[in-house]
């Protein structure tokens, strides 16, 4: 139960990392598009 449990926050984690690591670039890749 506790593997599957830190199984579930590491995917979790990847996700919130991943969503703020492309979330700066987007606004980034838009300001140069302007």
Do not use: C, Q
Not at 5 to 34: C, H, Q, R, Y
Request: proline share 3%.
């Amino acid at each position: 139960m506790i593997y599957l449990m830190l199984e579930a926050l590491v995917a979790l984690f990847l996700l919130v990392f991943i969503v703020w690591w492309t979330l700066p670039s987007n606004k980034k890749k838009k300001d140069g598009d302007k």
